[in-house]
């Protein structure tokens, strides 16, 4: 008697045979890590939120995004992108524009008043972050959130450190990072203005725990001899002076000695400021150039003139003595004995920053060196408790390894203040262009952000860079191809021969049913994004 709710199987097919005993590999799913995770130095779940923007849930996409980081409107526009110089679209045709999107994110964040959610109770513990700048505002945002009392204490008068003092306002405008530094302060961070530490052990009595995030607000120094006829200026105090109500004077034709993004910005802000010659000597050439060339393609644009292998050797009397250098054979220049005398009004030093370490004096167990404090895998000092990031360790220095400062060095204050110790997740095999099977992704050009144009670009400090509007953003979202992680496009579904692909529901994905897959490997040939692999059958 054949019970009603039995399976009748026919012979000869594939569930009768239990075809998977012919197998000598099995395919198995996996998430492989996105390239432009793992380039990117604030450590943001990139494909994440890109996987909610291209749905049109901007404010989940958003929330994603800043559990990671909080500056996405900031990030949006000062970030130099490095996860687009890994984007495996790069190589199907232009790189998804992830930075663009964030902006959008960012923008439509402060437009429609998103807040940080509320952090959870206190955990009873108080931590002291010295200097309000991009690495101590994403400390304390992300030990806010972990329930720690946290206080911020900064010696100038407003917050925001480099990305207000270091970048100009047609690259990131004020209103924007006064938004984002706010909603920080809104989760119950104290910020105190105008309130300098001039010595950390004494600083942090009141404290459980501290984070030094100092910036590098000193600027080096040349040796070159000067008359009292020239004005010679460091580019940090230029900067900083446009944040006041008087704009510097610097004349009709300035000249900025160095080769770095400040350089950039300072012969940019020059041109704004009516000089009608805006001249960058270098010693070497443009492609040792520090500066990022899309910044110097910008500048180039505006009028800014460089002067390719110079150096300057003598200021006076509304002149400069510069020097023609070479390079030599390992790509450092030399030398060459022959000069020539330009005018200028104002000579501007872009040679690079110091942070001051004057408020460590007297703390044991510190080690210094090369104008930075040493610290451990965990962020940490010598001195127990006391942990640094951001311009006061080796690093690069750039807003978005900041970020990434504050927040590694939070995650090790937590477990610190808890007595536990952070381990970070180990990373997933990287899902590499090879994985992929682009033949299912149809080709997308890159959207161009808008520019504004070169008159008004020439004259005032109206942001450069326009945003994305939600069509164009939408677009660019949804040009990511998932690199390593299955999005349930039923590839594996509808091209298996021997129907043991089982789909568990939307955002479930899909398993395998072993009992009737044969191993051909059809299932991780087609899938677009390679999150199926072929491993050994185990016997």
Same mark, same amino acid.
């Given at each position: 008697?054949?019970?009603?709710? !039995? ?107 998103? %807040? ?18 991009? &690495? ?15 206080? @911020? ?46 010595? *950390? ?18 600027? %080096?120094?040349?040796? @070159?001899? !000067? ?35 400040? /350089?950039?910005?300072? /012969?940019?802000? !020059? ?8 001249? @960058? ?24 003139? *460089? ?38 009004? &104002? ?10 370490? &004057? ?53 090790? @204050? ?96 899909? %398993? ?28």
């Amino acid at each position: 008697m054949i019970k009603p709710y !039995a399976i009748t199987l026919k012979p000869g097919t594939s569930l009768s045979n239990l075809t998977g005993t012919w197998r000598t590999e099995r395919p198995v799913y996996l998430d492989r890590l996105p390239p432009c995770n793992n380039a990117c130095p604030a450590g943001e779940n990139v494909q994440g939120w890109l996987y909610h923007a291209e749905s049109g849930d901007y404010e989940q996409a958003w929330r994603v995004l800043v559990e990671e980081n909080p500056f996405p409107a900031v990030m949006g526009r000062v970030c130099y992108h490095p996860c687009e110089g890994q984007c495996n679209r790069g190589k199907l045709d232009s790189p998804v524009g992830i930075n663009s999107v964030e902006r959008f994110l960012g923008d439509e964040a402060i437009r429609r008043g998103w %807040k940080f959610s509320l952090p959870p109770d206190s955990s009873g513990k108080k931590v002291l972050v010295v200097g309000a700048g991009p &690495s101590g505002l994403s400390a304390a945002y992300h030990l806010a959130r972990m329930g720690h009392e946290v206080e @911020i204490q900064e010696a100038g008068p407003m917050a925001g450190g480099m990305m207000r003092f270091g970048i100009p306002k047609y690259r990131l405008p004020r209103d924007v990072l006064d938004a984002e530094v706010q909603r920080i302060v809104d989760l119950g961070v104290r910020l105190r203005l105008n309130s300098r530490v001039d010595n *950390i052990a004494q600083g942090m009595q009141n404290f459980d725990a501290a984070f030094l995030a100092v910036g590098a607000h000193i600027a %080096k120094r040349a040796f @070159i001899p !000067a008359g009292d006829a020239t004005h010679v200026v460091d580019a940090v105090s230029l900067l900083r002076s446009m944040e006041g109500e008087e704009k510097p004077m610097l004349g009709r034709r300035v000249v900025v000695y160095g080769g770095g993004n400040t /350089a950039i910005d300072v /012969a940019r802000t !020059a041109r704004r400021l009516g000089a009608t010659d805006a001249i @960058i000597v270098y010693r070497r050439t443009r492609e040792k150039m520090s500066a990022h060339d899309f910044e110097i393609e910008e500048a180039l644009q505006e009028g800014v003139m *460089i002067k390719w292998l110079s150096a300057i050797r003598q200021a006076g009397e509304g002149q400069l003595t510069v020097e023609k250098m070479v390079l030599d054979d390992k790509g450092m220049p030399v030398p060459t004995g022959e000069f020539e005398t330009m005018e200028a009004d &104002s000579l501007v030093l872009a040679l690079g920053q110091d942070v001051d370490l &004057s408020l460590l004096e007297g703390v044991p167990d510190l080690e210094i060196k090369n104008g930075v404090v040493q610290v451990s895998a965990s962020m940490m000092t010598g001195y127990p408790g006391l942990f640094a990031g951001g311009d006061m360790v080796p690093s690069e220095r750039n807003v978005t390894v900041a970020v990434g400062h504050g927040k590694k060095a939070a995650r090790h @204050i937590d477990a610190y203040l808890r007595g536990t110790s952070y381990e970070p997740h180990s990373k997933h095999e990287l899902a590499d262009y090879e994985k992929l099977n682009t033949w299912y992704y149809s080709d997308a050009d890159k959207t161009v952000r808008p520019m504004l144009d070169i008159i008004r670009r020439q004259t005032s400090f109206d942001e450069v860079q326009g945003g994305l509007d939600e069509t164009t953003a939408l677009f660019e979202a949804r040009r990511c191809l998932s690199c390593g992680n299955c999005f349930e496009c039923d590839n594996c579904y509808g091209v298996c021969p021997d129907n043991a692909v089982i789909k568990l529901g939307p955002g479930k994905r899909f %398993k395998f049913n072993y009992d009737y897959c044969k191993g051909c490997g059809l299932c991780a040939a087609e899938c677009p994004c390679g999150a199926i692999k072929m491993v050994p059958e185990e016997i």
